[in-house]
């Protein structure tokens, strides 16, 4: 299997995770429709993309950011030094 390939199917499987959570949210919403209301006798949420935002969800998918800390250290440290000496050739 080819790294594309390998991409591919990652981004198919991290797709078909989006659906099952999305459908797993959509009866936790209707359920929570049925019975919460807050003391004033009103849901908690408007509609349901404040209660689940499933184009953030696929952006994220599409688009990912992961946090600095949450990398290896070393290879950040690497990565800068890169960074750094490409700016400092011109490139």
């Keep these: 299997m080819t790294i594309g390939e390998y991409s591919t199917r990652m981004l198919a499987f991290n797709l078909s995770q989006i659906d099952e959570v999305a459908a797993r949210r959509d009866l936790a919403w209707s359920i929570m429709i049925a019975q919460s209301v807050d003391k004033d006798g ?3 949420f408007k509609n349901f ?4 935002d499933y184009q953030k969800t696929l952006d994220d998918v599409y688009n990912p950011t ?3 800390e949450n990398m290896n250290p ?3 440290h690497i990565a800068k030094r890169v ?3 490409h700016k400092l050739k011109g490139g």
């Design 83 to 85: 960074q750094e000496y």
């Design 42 to 44: 009103k849901s908690p």
């Design 74 to 76: 070393t290879l950040v």
């Design 49 to 52: 993309k404040d209660f689940f």
């Design 66 to 68: 992961q946090r600095e």
